[in-house]
């Protein structure tokens, strides 16, 4: 088990260059859009734009395929359950198994839930894959003005988190040399898992009461005001990617409207 | 170039009735290179974390002053840079030159001024790599290093090193006292080091502190003469001084094969390159084996997979009496044909107190209820943890529970005892008794498969070394 929480992404794409503060605001406003929206069209063509954009990011399309995989494998089950379980059928009845019966009506409205759990992923997704996590703690210290203790102090924390899975290992190991394991038995395993937790726990919280000695040692906890030694702006480009996105929604949202299927919530 | 005084400073960490230091006086003068020495307990760190402003008020009490150039340590914390002992905890930021810049930022240093003093200070460590060199990339030796940068790049007025090498491989620990060699000589800080080990920081020393417990002055002059002095008593305090000779301890005749490992190899999924690539051996009653080699060269693969503790991708590992090999064994019934004790022993402890802790394996292994009490009392007895017998197994000191982890593998009597790293970070007088219980243990006919950098260790127990390098084996030597 290893955590890797780097970018997957050629660095010099349009997309990955983009300010994170920017990508942040553009990912959250397609979201948004499709999560207020309740038909079927407007995620769909949300979503369109997305992989539209998807040759821009730099992402490699098998990269970004496994990232998105297990999300996309949700949204089918999203999908499915909601078609299934509609609370009416409406419409033309397509299957029917004894109990069970899919409508058009509740197949529609099932993918269109389905529809807005894909573009909330794949906005999420191309956001986070093209983002250098120094770079976003950076543009929320310089663009969003949030405090250094906070961003950095995260950052810090998730450099610790790949030791955790070695940890993990070891404590493992340790504890099958001492004669315990959960073996075939699951209440055991129970037991043991939350133990192996606990251990991990103490270790995080004694390892990150040193980081943040260390780092005090270094004057972060001194009044003065920080200095930036990696500068973050937002560039006519990032503008322009904020704006690109608030365009897409709102066509995304008229063009709905103007086929007469748009609905919200 | 500042002089440090402690004037009558005592310190309570919150929450603890005794006092970690007692009335300390003493003046360090501007430009002195001071190595302060004492055995555990004696409050080195709490007398550097005091330096560094890093005993804050809501974390305990105190008496007296620190006092850093006539003012207030606490004011003063940009003037002072501190080492500690972890690499893995100093370092902030995903990309090198990023870690050493989090300093200058926090000084306020304006950007176009950082990145040439981030580059000044990573030439003046010697880092082999360049500034985007990510962080997680390096080894323990190398992470120390960019460590030692991050705290000369703030251009510190008073340095201050606490164990700096001492949780580094051989070859990590060699290069960071030569970085700390030539960066040391370009600056006219003053400087206190703590070190257990002597010998290799004494040439950048002027003037050498030893305290006894509570922070109580033993004595104080120059390297040579306090050496000279107090050395025997120092060593038996815990210090290791040059010059006193170490223990050894010969094994008797070896007896029959205890354990066996064949063509064991370890190949983890996604790499090329195995861990451990066929790797065989015998483990005799009554010898003690140890396996060196540099770092990744494999030692600890060898530990787990001789141990039964991860399933090889080819060969085994078999104890007489037993047809499945270890890894295939249920894990109450391996803790009763080999024992694995780790370099932390903390993640052994599986229960709440001591004495529960020698009981463990004894009642995985079914024993009835008398046979385990005689056990018990007999382990508590001979490793001196009679007194401990109801303690928390996670307050005690680094002896104690490096020696309740040997006693909790041996407790369900197994014939082969794994140790891996026994000695790490020990300091004389632990490492002493280590060695004489290890000793016991395999004159008794336990066979001992030790993974150590430690040359004395190695030099004072086993009859055999087997050295690896990049998962094979390179040499076998008797000696």
Request: aromatic share 4%.
């Amino acid at each position: 088990m290893t955590i890797s929480l780097a970018p997957v992404c050629d660095a010099r794409a349009p997309i990955a260059r983009a300010n994170p503060v920017a990508k942040l605001t553009a990912a959250v406003a397609v979201s948004t859009t499709a999560l207020i929206a309740s038909d079927w069209l407007t995620p769909l063509l949300l979503l369109a734009a997305l992989l539209a954009v998807v040759p821009f990011s730099g992402i490699r399309i098998g990269a970004l395929a496994r990232r998105l995989r297990w999300l996309w494998s949700a949204a089918l089950i999203v999908v499915v359950v909601n078609a299934v379980f509609a609370a009416e059928q409406t419409g033309r009845i397509l299957i029917a198994l004894g109990p069970l019966e899919i409508s058009t009506g509740a197949l529609l409205d099932a993918t269109a839930i389905g529809l807005r759990v894909l573009v909330a992923a794949t906005a999420g997704v191309l956001g986070f894959a093209t983002t250098d996590p120094t770079d976003l703690a950076d543009a929320l210290t310089q663009q969003l003005r949030a405090p250094a203790r906070f961003t950095l102090g995260a950052l810090a924390a998730l450099r610790l988190l790949p030791l955790m899975g070695a940890e993990w290992r070891q404590i493992t190991s340790a504890r099958r040399a001492r004669g315990l394991e959960g073996g075939w038995n699951p209440a055991r395993r129970v037991r043991l898992f939350v133990s192996t937790m606990f251990a991990l726990l103490v270790g995080a919280i004694r390892r990150a009461g040193r980081l943040a000695a260390a780092m005090d040692a270094r004057g972060f906890d001194s009044e003065i005001p920080r200095t930036y030694a990696r500068e973050q702006r937002m560039y006519a480009a990032d503008w322009a990617v904020i704006a690109g996105a608030l365009l897409v929604c709102a066509t995304a949202v008229a063009v709905s409207a103007a086929y007469g299927v748009f609905t919200a919530f | 170039m500042i002089p440090v005084e402690f004037r009558g400073f005592a310190w309570r960490h919150a929450g603890r009735r005794a006092q970690a230091v007692t009335g300390v006086d003493l003046r360090v003068e501007p430009g002195e290179r001071v190595l302060l020495l004492g055995p555990s307990g004696s409050g080195k760190s709490t007398l550097l974390a005091a330096l560094a402003g890093l005993l804050t008020e809501d974390s305990g009490e105190q008496d007296g002053d620190v006092l850093i150039d006539g003012k207030p340590a606490a004011e003063q914390q940009d003037r002072v840079g501190i080492l500690f002992q972890d690499p893995e905890t100093q370092l902030v930021m995903a990309r090198s030159g990023d870690d050493v810049a989090f300093g200058l930022e926090n000084q306020a240093v304006p950007r176009d001024r950082i990145w040439p003093r981030v580059r000044e200070a990573l030439a003046a460590v010697g880092f082999p790599y360049g500034v985007d060199r990510p962080t997680h990339a390096l080894s323990g030796g190398e992470q120390q290093r960019l460590a030692l940068a991050g705290v000369l790049a703030r251009r510190p007025d008073l340095i201050l090193l606490d164990e700096p090498t001492a949780n580094l491989d051989p070859e990590g620990a060699r290069d960071v006292r030569a970085a700390l060699r030539t960066a040391l000589a370009d600056t006219e800080a003053t400087l206190i080091v703590v070190e257990h080990r002597v010998a290799e920081i004494l040439d950048l020393v002027d003037r050498v502190i030893a305290l006894g417990p509570g922070g109580t002055l033993l004595a104080d002059g120059p390297a040579e003469a306090v050496l000279a002095e107090h050395g025997d008593h120092l060593a038996a305090q815990g210090v290791w001084v040059p010059g006193v000779p170490l223990p050894t301890r010969p094994a008797l005749a070896a007896g029959d094969v205890a354990l066996h490992g064949e063509s064991l190899t370890l190949l983890h999924p996604g790499t090329d390159h195995p861990a451990l690539d066929d790797v065989s051996f015998q483990l005799r009653q009554g010898e003690l084996l140890a396996v060196t080699g540099p770092n990744g060269s494999g030692k600890s693969t060898l530990a787990l997979l001789a141990g039964g503790l991860a399933k090889p991708t080819r060969g085994r590992s078999t104890v007489p009496g037993e047809t499945r090999p270890l890894h295939r064994l249920p894990a109450r019934r391996l803790a009763t044909r080999i024992g694995s004790v780790f370099q932390d022993p903390e993640h052994q402890f599986v229960t709440a107190t001591v004495q529960d802790e020698l009981a463990f394996g004894p009642r995985q292994a079914g024993w009835p209820k008398d046979r385990i009490d005689a056990r018990v009392s007999e382990l508590l007895e001979r490793l001196r943890l009679a007194p401990l017998a109801n303690a928390n197994p996670h307050t005690l000191s680094g002896g104690e529970a490096r020696r309740l982890s040997v006693a909790g593998a041996l407790a369900a009597a197994p014939g082969v005892l794994l140790l891996d790293e026994p000695t790490f970070g020990q300091d004389r007088r632990t490492w002493g008794e280590l060695v004489d219980l290890t000793a016991d243990i395999r004159d008794e006919g336990t066979a001992l498969l030790a993974v150590t950098h430690d040359r004395d260790f190695a030099a004072a127990l086993a009859g055999r070394e087997l050295v690896l390098n990049a998962g094979r084996i390179a040499e076998e030597r008797r000696r």
